[in-house]
Nanobody, 125 residues
Framework: QVQLVESGGGFVQAGGSLRVSCAAS????????MAWFRRAPGKEREFVAA???????RYSDSVRGRFTFSRDNAKNTYYLQMRSLKPEDTAAYFC???????????????????WGQGTQVTVSS
């Protein structure tokens, strides 16, 4: 059974940093696109960042330059390093993975087949 488990969320002051992790089990995703989405209260789930099989990354305009997505294939774990956090970054963060390998990065939720349960990030002003 494939599982994605996020961790590392929490409370941080504006300007601070936080790293969230996504541990995958049940299969490896070294050849697959992985992504982070987030959902703020009262808003739709939105794309944050993605990394493909070759290490190419893509970020939303709102986080580019502040967030970094990396992967450790040996550990089957993926990381989102978040810096210079803002109150508007407050949201539940979800890890997602595509089932098919060697795909181009897509920023829509329906492209992803596996999802974690989310981890809450709260940024105080």
């Amino acid at each position: 059974q494939v599982q994605l488990v996020e961790s590392g969320g929490g409370f941080v002051q504006a300007g601070g940093s936080l790293r969230v992790s996504c541990a995958a089990s049940g299969r490896t995703f070294s050849s697959n696109t992985m992504a982070w989405f987030r959902r703020a209260p009262g808003k739709e789930r939105e794309f944050v960042a993605a990394i493909n099989w070759s290490g190419v990354t893509r970020y939303s305009d709102s986080v580019r330059g502040r967030f970094t997505f990396s992967r450790d294939n040996a550990k089957n774990t993926y990381y989102l390093q978040m810096r210079s956090l803002k109150p508007e970054d407050t949201a539940a963060y979800f890890c997602a993975a595509e089932r098919s390998p060697y795909t181009a990065i897509v920023t829509t939720t329906n492209a992803y087949d596996y999802w974690g349960q989310g981890t809450q990030v709260t940024v105080s002003s």
